[in-house]
């Protein structure tokens, strides 16, 4: 059963323009939540994350809000640039006396149109 | 350069012939982890290892085992591989143990196995 959802397979956004990736999750155990990005033929590679006491969290042009009442994050990418196209996985841990578990979203592809 | 390593990069083998795929890493990180990705179900966590000789089941254990003998070192081994393990396995690595809060996690390039 997927703990950590993303509804939108694909997004297509304009350069320049906000691009708004979105993630449910259902485990209200989850104590942090991360952003990867990847590109065909490569490991996936960390772009943001936040704690779970946190609500909004800022790096350069990438902005992680979480809503934990709804049990909902989203990234937004502002502005867009087409060296963003790439599948985003939005992920989810939680934490056991072994270390953290983590559980990945099915992701969603951005295509950022020049 | 910091970086994980997985061998071999492409892997075709048949049902029941045990393989290894080995992930090394050079950043001194305590914890390592593999996952699969799979078209429709994303990366799902097989295992993990906080550290030396400490490992413990992810999303998806089942049909694979690990070892962590050494810090910089943490294999997949499929001891009797079947078709439903094709699929594209990544190795991480993290600096801390994962009990202080999660850290980013460094992928490898991935290993792209195919199970006839």
């Known amino acids: 059963d997927q703990q950590v959802k993303q509804n939108s397979p694909s997004l297509s956004v304009q350069e320049g323009r906000i691009s708004i990736l979105n993630c449910d999750y259902t485990n209200s155990m989850f104590d942090y939540f991360l952003w990867y990005k990847k590109y065909p033929a490569e490991g996936p590679t960390f772009l943001i994350s936040i704690s779970s006491i946190k609500d909004k969290n800022e790096d350069g042009r990438f902005t992680v809000f979480l809503n934990k009442s709804a049990k909902h994050l989203s990234l937004h990418i502002v502005p867009s640039q087409p060296g963003d196209s790439a599948v985003y996985f939005c992920a989810a841990s939680t934490r056991k006396n072994t270390g953290n578990q983590f559980y990945f979203g099915t992701g969603t592809s951005l295509t950022v149109i020049p | 350069e910091a970086q994980v390593t997985q061998n071999p990069r492409y892997l075709i083998t048949v049902t029941g012939k045990k393989l290894t795929v080995t992930c090394s890493q050079n950043m001194n990180h305590e914890y390592m982890s593999w996952y699969r990705q799979d078209p429709g179900l994303g990366l799902r966590q097989i295992y993990y290892s906080m550290n030396v000789e400490v490992t413990d089941k992810g999303d998806v254990p089942e049909g694979y085992k690990v070892s962590r003998k050494e810090k910089r070192n943490f294999p997949l081994i499929l001891e009797s591989p079947s078709p439903n393990q094709t699929s594209l396995y990544f190795c991480?690595?993290?600096?801390?143990?994962?009990?202080?809060?999660?850290?980013?996690?460094?992928f490898g390039p991935g290993t792209r196995l195919t199970v006839l």
């Open positions: 991480a690595s993290t600096p801390f143990s994962g009990l202080a809060g999660a850290n980013e996690q460094f």
